[in-house]
């Protein structure tokens, strides 16, 4: 999915976008400049984190694509807190957090067997234990829709661009509002 708004990234650094935070610094070495990239913009995702210190109403669903040694795998796991800075963490070696075009709050990421695709949603107010279970079965069975995914779960993207002040594009005919959104 194509990025709407970014929330923080490691992967393909450039030297050009960081070199006014660092001009009071004189000449650098060649091979200390990424690592004074990597350490200021780790210390970004701190700040994310405290931007994003927010609760959403309900546990988060993390549904993952996996890329491992032998092949691709899909999975899940409740982020039980339901506070979007508990997703900010991973130990995948490049990672970028983003919103996509259909307001969806994601992560993509690599590491050395492959590429990972995260995509966080909150379950809607009201939804049974037995339809959850069943919606879950449907990650798990590989049969997952985009309609199965529209009536369980609620998109992040639209708590996330209300604190980072950004538009979304127009909603898509499938995407239907949640009932605790602010």
Partial sequence: MEPVFVIWSNEELDWEKWKDAFADCGPVP??????????????????ERMNLDV???APILLIADLGLWDGRHTGYREIPSGNLRD????????????????????????????HNHYL??????GISDEAREVFLETIMGHTMNRDDLERVTCRLGDDIARIYGFQLPETTKTHRR???ER
């Fill in 87 to 114: 997703c900010l963490y991973s130990e995948l070696d490049g990672v970028t957090w983003y919103v996509d075009r259909q307001g969806d709050f994601r992560m993509d990421g690599y590491h050395h067997d492959g």
């Fill in 55 to 57: 609760n959403v109403g």
């Fill in 30 to 47: 060649e091979d200390k400049l990424y690592e004074m990239m990597s350490e200021l913009n780790d210390q970004y995702l701190g700040d």
């Fill in 120 to 125: 966080y949603r909150k379950f809607r107010p």
């Fill in 178 to 180: 949640c009932g605790h």
